[in-house]
């Protein structure tokens, strides 16, 4: 069936450090593509999102890809921040439903 | 916006007690979701109204557990009896009906212990 697989976390940054998180997914046909954050606290806020193939999804620093020749969709930021502290979950949309991975916990330090 | 609204935000029952969890999603979506979060399982899709009908309650963990929605602008889900295993936090999210808009908006979750 339809998956969506992250790297495990927790991962630990230092202030202004790049960012990759990876995501790969498994996948009949070409479903949409999304990263979800959460706060601590918090619910899921959707951070951004692709349609199709080689579209790129944008916002707040982040961005990510959606490349069907390896079935990825892998975040990164340039330079994180103390406040980009959260978890992260990519996901893909199925016949309207979300299919999550499992979550990267992101800690990042002064 | 006021966005999608939950309550209680946290709530601590016994083992055996009815629970009620609310939701109101944000106005003039036509899909509600309910989702539970544990750190075993992750995030999982209990069920998903379209037009306040049901559409998929596969992930709706066994009988003890019920959801409906009377109306476009407040769903319930119901566990009765609750049990220790069932405490998680459990969201509500909706979304808009248009084709090109498959965005989930999450609610702020309610968390529950079942002691």
Known sequence: GDSVTQMEGPVTLSEEAFLTINCTYTATGYPSLFWYVQYPGEGLQLLLKATKADDKGSNKGFEATYRKETTSFHLEKGSVQVSDSAVYFCALIKGGKLIFGQGTELSVKP | ?115
Not at chain 2, 18 to 32: A, F, M, N, Q, W
Not at chain 2, 74 to 83: D, N, V
């Open chain 2, 1 to 115: 916006d006021a966005g999608v609204i939950q309550s209680p935000r946290h709530e601590v029952t016994e083992m055996g007690q009815e629970v009620t969890l609310r939701c109101k999603p944000i106005s003039g979506h036509d899909y509600l979701f309910w989702y539970r979060q544990t750190m075993m399982r992750g995030l999982e899709l209990l069920i998903y109204f379209n037009n306040n009908v049901p559409i998929d309650d596969s992930g709706m963990p066994e009988d003890r557990f019920s959801a409906k929605m009377p109306n476009a602008s407040f769903s319930t889900l119901k566990i009765q009896p609750s049990e220790p295993r069932d405490s998680a936090v459990y969201f509500c999210a909706s979304r808009d009906q248009g084709i090109r808009t498959d965005t989930q908006y999450f609610g702020p979750g309610t968390r529950l212990t079942v002691l």
